[in-house]
């Protein structure tokens, strides 16, 4: 909960410091919107000027409505200006965001729509409700939430810095995507008898008793994979499926490791390393091959290879491999940023917090976990 206030406190003070920041010297703000100096009648704006300059700001009833970002003057509508209302111009952009909520209609609708909610809310300003407590709440969530998009639009796969790729690429499942003895792909009919490691399955004599007793199983189920040998991976769960129901012990498994076949079996590396006997008997067939019975510490095993995937060694360096990690955690990056723009904007401001109401705030349940108010803007 306290987390929670804490963010959500501190994104109000990275507005209040953008907003600062705009202000011009000596406290008076800065006008983005103001009209730009008249042209000399000696040197006439050119179309293109005439048509980049930015629009004078609203006058008359309107002129105090943060959101009319340009004046329209009916007789002579600014560029991508579609409608003038009161003297605020309504512009193809608006229409677009409003289609957008509404593709089903017309663009005559949608412009009429557009146009209504012009109205009642110059209607609704005229009356003070800019104001109000829930249009000054909304208003300083949206200028939070633009301000963080800003920010975190920087921040893209192009322009991640070498440390985040780097990082990424030290995580031992990522990396082994990318640096990697050959990759086997089977599918395993199974008897199992144990599940821990190999050595205490072997050191205990009720798992030897019942791999020995499943040996007349496998046998049989063998003599019919090898009757009618699948074609692929499928088939072989198919095969196995169908097998199960007459013999209840028996399994289906996908089995996925590296092994590079230079290589002793005690030389491996990696953390799917499989026990040898399994490994040298899979290891040993082609793409396509049913395995005889393998017979393991953990039970029987007959495999169908299915595929190998040759092997890979690619630095994080590598641009097709940068492009890629960086697609996949760019997004845990803008997070980790846009707490950092938080804070910053957060430290030459003041703020104090009042801890022991923050808890106590009526018609606000406390969280069951900590989370991050970060996550949610």
Known sequence: MVARTL???????????????????????????AAPPPTSPSSPASPKQAAT?????????????????????????????????????????????????????????????????????????????????????????????????????????????DADIATAYKNQ?????????????????????????????????EVRTCIDKAEAIIRDIYSELQNNPPATAMEMWGRCKAMAARYPDVAAAEVQF?????????????????????AEAVTALLPGQLSAPIRSAFGWHIS???????????????????????????QPVRTREAQRFVFAHMKPREATYFFERIDHIAGVQPAKTEGNAVDDL
Request: net charge negative; aromatic share 6%.
């Open 7 to 33: 963010i959500a406190v501190a994104v109000a003070v990275a507005v209040a410091a953008a907003i600062a920041s705009a202000c011009a010297p000596g406290g008076t703000p800065a006008n983005p919107t």
């Open 53 to 161: 300059a930015p629009a004078p700001p609203p006058t008359g009833a309107v002129a105090a409505a943060p959101w009319a970002a340009q004046a329209c003057t009916v007789g002579a509508p600014q560029l991508g200006t579609v409608a003038c209302v009161n003297g605020a111009a309504i512009d193809a952009e608006r229409v677009r965001m409003a289609w957008h909520l509404h593709p089903q209609w017309s663009v005559e609708q949608v412009v009429a729509a557009t146009i209504d909610e012009e109205i009642i809310a110059q209607a609704a300003a005229a009356a003070g409700l800019w104001r109000s407590p829930t249009v000054v709440r909304a208003h300083h969530q949206a200028l939070a939430q633009t301000l963080l998009d800003r920010a975190m639009q920087r921040v893209q796969p192009a322009t991640l810095a």
């Open 173 to 205: 499942a990522v990396r082994a995507h990318y640096d990697h003895a050959d990759a086997y792909f089977a599918v395993d009919a199974q008897v199992l008898c144990c599940s821990g490691s190999p050595q205490q399955c072997m050191a205990r004599e």
């Open 258 to 278: 590296f092994y590079d076949k230079s290589k002793s079996h005690d030389q491996q590396k990696g953390y799917d390393i499989m026990v040898q006997e399994y």
């Open 304 to 330: 169908f290879l299915d595929k190998v995937d040759p092997a890979r060694h690619a630095d994080w360096r590598d641009p097709a491999v940068r492009a890629e990690i960086a697609a996949n955690i760019v």
